[in-house]
């Protein structure tokens, strides 16, 4: 059985009732955190000694909504006496910049009391995350869309954003991250999925729902909801079932809610 907790579930606006994005998979024994938003150490810590067991963390890009928790979760797990090796999926090109935040923060890594492996994704590059269970990043534009463009950016920085494709036996999910449109999705819909995490901040409701369509979905869970749709859940999901008769059940799980399946 394969279960997700919804730690953060909001968008990159601060909201007075959601937290930022942050899951947690639990997949053939695994525990893999996917991103990292604030305050993750915090809920992963109300669920007990999941702190200590976290396998690996899997960031989708690096905007503050989705990483932000990171150093945090370090800290925590060094205060919490945690020894197990963790392992650390993320854009390549920021690495460098991650190990060195750490070190500014007071924190070294030879002094954590357990050894971080630091990976850097390869675009469609499968992942061996052990015990059956692998990952497969798949590139898109989000950050190359929100980035360039604004006054200041450094032409020459890479802009590497991930959906990610997580898969054991017949479970399949596909968690996307942010996305530059609901067209991204379509090359990782080509198979059945048993759960589509897909947010739905930077794209419409109809424009998602065109994309998927042709797509045999079990359960789509909507989620970093831009705040007209926020306003009106209920009103959302009663739409997206309309739009989507193919897809077996419709989720806008609340932050702190726990999917099996």
């Known amino acids: 059985m394969a279960s997700i907790s919804f730690l953060g579930t909001g968008p990159g606006i601060p909201s007075e009732d959601r937290f930022f994005s942050s899951a947690l998979l639990l997949l053939e024994g695994r525990h893999l955190l996917i991103d990292a938003g604030e305050p993750c150490v915090h809920l992963l810590r109300e669920r007990g000694d999941l702190v200590r067991e976290i396998d690996a963390v899997l960031i989708t890009h690096g905007h503050v909504d989705h990483i932000g928790g990171l150093p945090a979760f370090l800290q925590g797990c060094m205060l919490l006496g945690r020894s197990k090796k963790l392992s650390i999926h993320l854009p390549g090109d920021m690495i460098s910049s991650l190990r060195a935040w750490i070190a500014a923060l007071y924190l070294t890594e030879e002094g954590l ?3 971080i492996a630091w990976h850097a994704w390869s675009d469609r590059g499968a992942v061996d995350l052990g015990n059956g269970v692998s990952v497969v ?66 794209f419409s409701a109809e424009d998602l729902a065109a994309v998927l369509a042709p797509a045999r979905i079990h359960a789509l869970c909507l989620v970093h909801l831009s705040e007209g749709y926020a306003s009106d859940r209920a009103d959302l999901r009663t739409r997206m079932e309309n739009l989507l008769p193919n897809v077996s059940d419709v989720f806008l799980p609340e932050d702190g809610e726990v999917l099996d399946f």
């Open 113 to 115: 009391g357990f050894a």
């Open 137 to 202: 990043p798949w590139p898109n534009a989000h950050l190359e869309k929100c980035y360039r463009g604004l006054s200041g950016a450094d032409p020459e920085r890479p802009c590497e954003s991930y959906s990610l494709e997580i898969l054991s036996g017949g479970f399949r999910a596909v968690f996307s991250g942010d996305l530059c449109g609901a067209a991204d999705l379509a090359p990782m819909i080509a198979s059945p999925l048993t759960v589509l995490v897909s947010e739905l901040a930077h």
